[in-house]
């Protein structure tokens, strides 16, 4: 049997998700615009879920706004604030998910400043370098990641929040792969709109939300203009099942997340010190900061991510190499090259990430497989494909 570790791509549907889904999936359903039982039952489950999510990041519930997943929210967040305005400044972290940086191009192609924030050599931004930035002029808006989805390395959010609200200007948290793993209240962070993803803590792909800090935060641009649905911000009839869905995995992971959390760090010490007792110059990356505790990304000199990856799944383990989101293209890690990583570990990431149901036997799987690799790397042989 193989096993799956990649939760960072997407995690497994949770068996209540699926149950919350049903309803909304078989049989008459109504439009939660319709006036009828059916339509008032529908608009009842968006806001059952809409509770959920709100309650996930501390949040009120008015401010939470469903999109079509996380990378919509993420548009939808950049372009909202500065595309009211024909040009300004907006600073993007260089650790940044595509989703970010893909709008954050938009901008600069409509005559925006975009400026990107530097990481250090353990995958962190640097508050100072922020300072800096800050000084140049009026920023609008600065986006920065809560946890990075290739290293997990967490970034100072809270501190970065202080610098840019001191500079007049607003932070957007790209927050996707944090929940279930490590706290992410809207207001600790400080951030002022916050990113969330339904599939990555166990509910449907296609499904996410930007939760604004309050009403004063305004999306002056929708993505997607037509009805009055979801306050104007996103037009169009709401996707119910995946919406309930959402809801339902975001309780799910606000109720479990300590004792999720200890458990996959549990795990992950021990698939580290098992990686490292098999080769004495793996690199782990971002190791000495604050990671996410289901996340390891690792390298050895001479390794070829993609050949790795097929190693691994041969052996029937699921892992992956880089950002798994883009489009299966091998080319070297934005995020590795911010970190200043050298041309002979760049092309050898390998990412294993950690979900609620991995057990003990999957990391012990694992460590066979890397074992296997690493002898066939050691004996100085290319890992056959
Ligand atoms: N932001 C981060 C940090 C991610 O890891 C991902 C997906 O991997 C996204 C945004 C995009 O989310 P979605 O897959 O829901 O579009």
Redesign the pocket.
Known sequence: MSIYLDH??TAPLDGRVLEAMQPWLTGVHGNPASVHRYGRAAQAALETARAQVAALVNAQPAQVVFTG????A?NLALKGVCGGAPSGRVLVGALE?S??LGPAVALAKRGWEVEYLPADAAGRYDARALERLLAGGDVRLVSL?LAN?ETGAVQPVPEAAAIVHAAGGLLHV?A??APGRIGCNIGTLGADLL?L?A??IGGP?GV?AIVRRGDEIHLLEPLIRGGGQERGIRAGTENVAGIAGFGAAAAAARTQFDVEAAHMKGLRDALESGLKSVSKNVVIFAETVERLPNTTLFAVDGMKAETAVIAFDLEGVAVSSGA??SSGKVQPSHVLTAMGVPPALLRGAVRVSLGWGTTKVDVERFLGAWRKLASALSKGRQVAA
């Open positions: 960072n791509a997943g996380g990378t919509e993420d998910h989703a970010v990641m989805n790209d996707v792969q990113t993803s599939h990555k792909k996410g798994a989101c």
